[in-house]
Nanobody, 128 residues
Framework: QVQLVESGGGLVQAGGSLRLSCVAS????????MGWFRQAPGKERQFVAA????????????TSGDSVKGRFTISRDNGKNTVSLQMNSLKPEDTAVYYC?????????????????WGQGTQVTVSS
């Protein structure tokens, strides 16, 4: 069983920045594909970014959704079982509950159903 706990959400003005963090339990965090999704009121949960580890060695591959490319950056620290999302140049349309997710199987996952574990979410509100 994996538990994910997000933090770092809040209220920010348009153009500002926030950094979300997600701490995971479990001894094999370094093997998980970690992702961020978001869900605005009345909308489906949307892929934001993901970080897949290499099969061996350090580093890995990342991808992000078109709406956040160039503004959001995902990173991970396997020593601290943490994945982070740096969000810059925030827009009101970025307002949503942001969820951390873990995928046990290998390979980047862009769909909600690809992921096995979810955090409780953290609210991000961007005012205009």
């Amino acid at each position: 069983q994996v538990q994910l706990v997000e933090s770092g959400g809040g209220l920010v003005q348009a153009g500002g920045s926030l950094r979300l963090s997600c701490v995971a339990s479990g001894r094999t965090f370094s093997n998980y594909v970690m992702g961020w999704f978001r869900q605005a009121p009345g909308k489906e949960r949307q892929f934001v970014a993901a970080f897949a580890p290499r099969i061996s060695g350090s580093g890995g591959s990342t991808t992000s959704g078109d709406s956040v490319k160039g503004r959001f950056t995902i990173s991970r620290d396997n020593g601290k079982n943490t994945v982070s999302l740096q969000m810059n140049s925030l827009k009101p349309e970025d307002t949503a509950v942001y969820y951390c997710a873990a995928k046990v199987s290998y390979g980047l996952g862009l769909k909600v159903q690809d992921h096995d574990y979810w955090g409780q979410g953290t609210q991000v509100t961007v005012s205009s």
